[in-house]
């Protein structure tokens, strides 16, 4: 490393350690803007293939306002998939890049949108523990140290919280409805909660990228920590439904003044991160068959751009 580079990278090192946003134009190492694109992309990434499994409800809400809800939560997924592929575009990257990315497997998404939903309790699992979960994430995530990432999680933020309650209330619904509709909540809140857990990523000692992301301060806490508080977090929200704790060896631990839990089954987890869960397949074919249907409007788009650029130069010629 050259001297220029090393004052260069003091200067970054210190503006974080200042709390201090790093923004598109400021110097960074490749390293920190190669580790931005990566996280940003994939996130962005589990925002869109996370349409898929409620979008599969849609036609089959169990009334009207459910279902306008849920498309109106939906909509709101794609929208997160823009501010993060616009933040992620702030790097240098193109979306065509990052789309290529996620269809071809080099990039990756969320585990979780790799199960399938198959009832209407799935849908308020979803919300309440996999929005609920990304809440955890995000909220820290609203200090990162890259200024777009840090401000689309702002708005993120304030959404989720909308899907987590909506997800929460079909629970209680089921829950205290009929014994069959509590069983639907308690199938679901049993499918749902281990791959929940999942969706923080893989234990500290094991995570590749955690050293180098919390001393960039890209992450905020580490996937342990974070994983932990939403296991915390989540107990009373089961109790108030009165329905069983799907892990059998969680005991509170007073000395450490958390929840003790049991393992979470990890050859699940890279099973289904390197492709081979229920439904990997079928989310990048969806993907890519409503990709190629769009084309249409890519071409329009930049046939206008086009157009409008010769008007310009028309103009001022
Ligand atoms: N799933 O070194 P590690 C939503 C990968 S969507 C898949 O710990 P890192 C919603 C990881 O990428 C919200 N892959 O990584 C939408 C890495 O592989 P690569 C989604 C996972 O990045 C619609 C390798 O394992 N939220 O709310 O330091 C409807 C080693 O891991 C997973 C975000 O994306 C996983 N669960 O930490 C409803 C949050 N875990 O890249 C709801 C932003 C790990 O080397 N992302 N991997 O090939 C993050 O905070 C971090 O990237 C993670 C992982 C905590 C997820």
Redesign the pocket.
């Known amino acids: 490393m050259s001297t220029n580079e090393q004052s260069l990278e003091t200067t970054f090192q210190n503006k974080i350690d200042s709390e201090l946003k790093i923004e598109p134009k400021d110097w960074m190492p490749d390293a920190y803007r190669k580790?931005l694109v990566?996280?940003?992309s994939?996130?962005?990434?589990?925002?869109?293939?996370?349409?898929q499994?409620?979008g599969n409800w849609i036609t089959r809400a169990p009334s009207l306002r459910r279902k306008a809800v849920l498309l109106a939560?939906?909509q709101d997924?794609a929208g997160?998939g823009l501010y993060l592929y616009s933040a992620a575009e702030t790097l240098g990257v193109s979306r065509a890049e990052m789309i290529e990315a996620l269809q071809t497997g080099?990039?990756?998404?969320?585990?979780?949108?790799n199960y399938p939903t198959q009832t209407w309790g799935d849908i308020g699992a979803?919300?309440w523990l996999?929005?609920g979960?990304?809440?955890c994430?995000?909220v820290?995530?609203q200090r990162t140290s890259y200024g777009p990432y840090a401000r689309s999680m702002i708005r993120?933020c304030k959404e989720?919280s909308f899907?987590q309650r909506q997800g929460y209330q079909i629970m209680i619904e089921l829950a205290k409805g009929t014994p069959e509709q509590k069983q639907l909540a308690q199938d679901s809140l049993n499918r749902f909660y281990w791959p929940s857990l999942?969706?923080?990523?893989?234990h500290?000692s094991?995570?590749?990228?955690?050293a180098k992301?919390m001393k960039w301060k890209?992450?905020r806490e580490t996937?342990d920590d974070?994983r932990q508080k939403f296991i915390d977090q989540t107990v009373p929200q089961i109790e108030f439904l009165g329905l069983e704790h799907p892990d059998k060896a969680l005991k509170w631990n007073e000395k450490r003044g958390h929840y003790d839990s049991g393992e979470i089954d990890w050859e699940e987890?890279y099973n289904?991160?390197n492709g081979n869960g229920h439904c990997n397949r079928q989310r990048i074919e969806h993907h890519v068959k409503a990709h190629e249907e769009g084309a249409w409007v890519r071409d329009a788009q930049n046939a206008y751009n086009a157009k409008v650029k010769q008007r310009q130069a028309q103009a001022v010629a």
């Open positions: 580790n990566r996280q940003i994939q996130h962005a990434h589990s925002e869109v293939i996370g349409e499994p409620e939560k939906v997924e997160h080099k990039a990756k998404y969320a585990s979780i949108f979803i919300g996999v929005d979960a990304a809440i994430n995000q820290s995530l993120i989720e899907h999942m969706m923080f990523g893989p500290d094991e995570s590749a990228h955690s992301s890209i992450k996937n974070l987890f289904v991160i």
